[in-house]
């Protein structure tokens, strides 16, 4: 969710994994790339613009792993550490 002042045309959602057993298998409502542990969320034509104030959308993927799933430090939108609200 956009929460900021300005509408976002373009947007990209990274973070990384803890550990190196942690893989993005297959993801969906946007473009998935994962070198090593640095996972790399780009938007698609149809949910690139997010209005401001509340503007969203949603992807999802499979995660593959062995060992504990540890959850990532932090996500990343456009280079700004997301917040919960």
């Known amino acids: 969710m956009n929460t ?6 373009g947007w990209t959602l990274t973070w ?3 550990t190196g ?3 993005v298998s297959s993801g969906w409502s946007a473009n998935w790339s994962q070198v090593g542990t640095e ?3 780009t938007s698609t034509p149809d949910n690139r613009r997010l209005a401001a104030g509340d503007g969203s959308t949603s992807a999802g993927f499979v995660g593959a792993y062995s060992g504990p799933n540890v959850l990532p430090g932090a996500f990343r939108l456009n280079g700004t550490v997301c917040t919960t609200r």
């Open 39 to 41: 996972v790399r969320v």
């Open 4 to 9: 900021g002042p300005s509408a976002i045309d």
């Open 21 to 23: 057993w942690q893989q």
């Open 16 to 18: 990384t994994w803890p």
